[in-house]
């Protein structure tokens, strides 16, 4: 067994206050994105796909468009095979940083001409749509940036999603820390990615440091994943009052 896992082990048997005497006071914060630093609607990438193949169907049939009556079920059984290859592996892919963005629009403009590349997709224009900052949590991120506590955000995100959340999140002013899984090569679904998280913010895993990170997500799964590498937690269910709340009796700082 490698010492780093023997560490951790030891970390894991200590009790919460042998913890905090021995370094596990809270010095970095991860936020999510999705529903957390960033408000989420329409993100369906099914009906964006969809909406693509109509407004092709209606440029190359003009004025027959009408006529042959697509509808949106009718287009996902004919797209059915296509959309969870798209679901299932190219986002996943995209999200490892193993496809990248214009491949992947390259891939959906053959997709829906049947091979011609003939449309225009912008992945950029689709997912930005769907996004709105969530000025009560950002600003939370920004005083404890203030206050010398490294902050950082986790999400599956792809390079030009990820352009996108830097700047809506007010990028290095708020946060030392971008870690989007493309860089990191793992999903949040994945435990490596809270590992390598902590690694990069200079928390070292499979040691008492990593105690000292706290994880904000929304979902009751990537909590549990970043409670079994050892990191602490606070689920966010929308109630930023008791977000506050929990971070204060967390941190033992006013945010």
């Given at each position: 067994m490698g010492q780093r896992i023997k560490n951790f082990i030891e970390c894991m048997k200590k009790t919460p206050s042998e913890q905090q005497k021995n370094g596990g006071q809270i010095k970095g914060v991860i936020f999510d994105v999705g529903?957390?630093?960033?408000?989420?609607?329409?993100?369906d990438v099914d009906s964006w796909i969809i909406g693509l193949a109509k407004k092709r169907h209606a440029r190359i049939l003009g004025s027959r468009y009408a006529d042959v009556g697509y509808t949106d079920d009718g287009l996902k059984n004919d797209f059915e095979v296509e959309l969870k290859r798209i679901n299932n592996l190219m986002i996943p892919s995209l999200e490892r940083g193993k496809l990248s963005v214009p491949q992947f629009e390259l891939e959906i403009a053959r997709i829906l001409s049947g091979?011609?590349?003939d449309q225009n997709v912008d992945w950029a224009a689709f997912f930005s749509g769907t996004l709105e900052r969530n000025e009560e949590v950002i600003n939370i991120a920004a005083n404890l940036h203030k206050k010398g506590i490294k902050t950082a955000y986790l999400s599956n995100l792809d390079a030009v999603q990820n352009e996108i959340v830097y700047e809506m999140v007010g990028g290095s002013a708020n946060f030392n820390?971008?870690?989007?899984?493309?860089?990191?090569?793992?999903?949040k679904q994945e435990p490596e990615a809270y590992i390598e998280s902590a690694d990069l913010m200079g928390f070292a895993a499979y040691t008492e440091a990593i105690k000292g990170v706290l994880l904000i997500d929304d979902s009751p799964k990537y909590i549990e994943l970043a409670k079994s590498v050892g990191m602490q937690t606070i689920t966010f269910n929308g109630n930023v009052e008791e977000l506050r709340k929990?971070?204060?009796?967390?941190?033992?700082?006013?945010v």
């Open positions: 529903n957390t630093l960033l408000k989420v609607s329409n993100y091979g011609a590349a820390f971008q870690i989007p899984s493309y860089k990191l090569g793992f999903r929990n971070l204060d009796l967390k941190l033992a700082v006013h």
